[in-house]
């Protein structure tokens, strides 16, 4: 028998006594409260609680898009902290994958310009831009739909393109901030059901803010926050 067993691999994300205050003296406000969250690649978590819980400030510096008061965010083991502004920049740009409730696409921009951008920031050649964001516009069924302008689609349609947007990257982990949270009922379940499946057959993590159990209910995991804690984290089928 070996000595010693080995060393455990490094989750894809893992925080260790994370907090987050806003402001300072009477006016400081803590949003996180010594978080511990750890999610092992290919996982698919809803981040559940109610309005100012912590759970967006959570997603926000999982997403490198704040950075905690204290406390360790590890990504593949590294230590997320100790980057630079443009080394955090470059972690966005080739491993993460956002979207959002309110789609963020630029108007006057065609589904397919929007999809590409990401691949321009990275310098992708034109032909490869195009094809990837051809193949990405496929993949949420939007093929033929390249030329239109947010303007001309529905909601639901807009959402896939931002979804296309995230994808086209092939990022290891998309975080989703309150996706359907614009979309009536039929359209959140086809975005929920798209979502599923870049998860459990491309294997991409995802990490979804939201306040709806049905959408919630997707998901592999449900981590709910109360007062800038975790309150409770269970798996699919698991009941407190």
């Not at 806003?22 to 400081?28: D, F, I």
């Not at 965010?73 to 443009?86: K, S």
């Not at 093929?143 to 296309?164: F, N």
């Amino acid at each position: 028998m070996p000595d010693s067993a080995p060393p455990l691999k490094p989750a894809l994300i893992e925080l260790a006594a994370v907090t987050k205050v806003y402001g300072s003296g009477e006016a400081a406000m803590q949003a996180l409260r010594g978080i511990d969250l750890r999610i092992e690649a290919g996982d698919f978590v809803a981040v559940m609680g109610p309005s100012g819980s912590g759970k967006s400030t959570c997603l926000n510096i999982l997403g490198c898009l704040d950075t905690p008061s204290a406390g360790s965010y590890r990504f593949e083991g590294v230590e997320v902290g100790a980057l630079t502004r443009d080394q955090r920049a470059e972690l966005r740009r080739h491993y993460l994958g956002f979207v959002f409730q309110g789609f963020n696409l630029l108007n006057r921009t065609s589904a397919l310009e929007n999809v590409e951008l990401p691949l321009l920031y990275r310098g992708v050649p034109v032909a490869e831009r195009h094809r990837l964001a051809r193949r990405a516009l496929d993949a949420v069924g939007l093929s033929g739909w390249e030329g239109h302008t947010p303007g001309e689609l529905s909601g639901g349609q807009q959402q896939r393109v931002a979804i296309a947007r995230a994808i086209v990257t092939e990022p290891d982990v998309l975080f989703a901030d309150e996706p359907t949270g614009n979309l009536d009922t039929a359209r959140s379940k086809e975005i929920m059901e798209l979502l599923t499946v870049f998860n459990r057959e491309q294997g991409i993590t995802i990490v979804m803010v939201t306040h709806e159990a049905d959408m919630a209910a997707y998901a592999r995991r449900i981590v709910r926050f109360v007062d800038g804690q975790v309150d409770s984290d269970l798996r699919a089928g698991e009941s407190t």
